[in-house]
C-alpha cells in the first residue's frame, strides 16, 4: 500500500508564505499526476493545484493561481506547494493525493490521500 504525508502547515499572517511538502512511500507514485486539495471548516474539500508525473505541466485553481506554484522532485518522491501572498481565506486543512488522470478537479476521482495539515492565515 502507498502512503502519502503532509507537512509544513502553521499558523501564518495574512501576507506571508509557507512551504507544504507530501512524501510519497511505497508505492511507483513518480508515475501519478499529483494534487493539493484543501477543506476549511464547514466547507467541501476543494482542488487548489495538479502537477503531472513529469512534473512538466500545472494547473490551478483560480482561486490561487498566481500566488501558489505546485511542484514535485520524483528523485525525493516529494511533491510541494509553495504559497504566496496568503490570504485568511486560504486558512483549511491541506491535503495532498494521487491519480492516473491529469487535472481531475473533483476529490472523487483520486484514490490515494494524505493525511492532511493545517494552515491557519490569521488577519
Known amino acids: 500500500q502507498g502512503q502519502l504525508v503532509e507537512s509544513g502547515g502553521e499558523v501564518v499572517q495574512a501576507g506571508g508564505s509557507l512551504r507544504l511538502s507530501c512524501v510519497a512511500s511505497g508505492r511507483a507514485f513518480s508515475l501519478y499526476h499529483m494534487a493539493w486539495f484543501r477543506q476549511a471548516p464547514g466547507k467541501e474539500r476543494e482542488f487548489v493545484a495538479a502537477v503531472s508525473w513529469r512534473g512538466d505541466s500545472t494547473v490551478y485553481a483560480d482561486s490561487v493561481k498566481g500566488r501558489f506554484t505546485i511542484s514535485r522532485d520524483n528523485a525525493k518522491n516529494t511533491v510541494y506547494l509553495q504559497m504566496n501572498s496568503l490570504k485568511p481565506e486560504d486558512t483549511a486543512d491541506y491535503y495532498c493525493?494521487?491519480?492516473?488522470?491529469?487535472?481531475?478537479?473533483?476529490?472523487?476521482?483520486?484514490?490515494?490521500w494524505g493525511q492532511g495539515t493545517q494552515v491557519t492565515v490569521s488577519s
Open positions: 493525493a494521487a491519480n492516473t488522470l491529469f487535472g481531475a478537479r473533483h476529490a472523487r476521482e483520486y484514490a490515494y
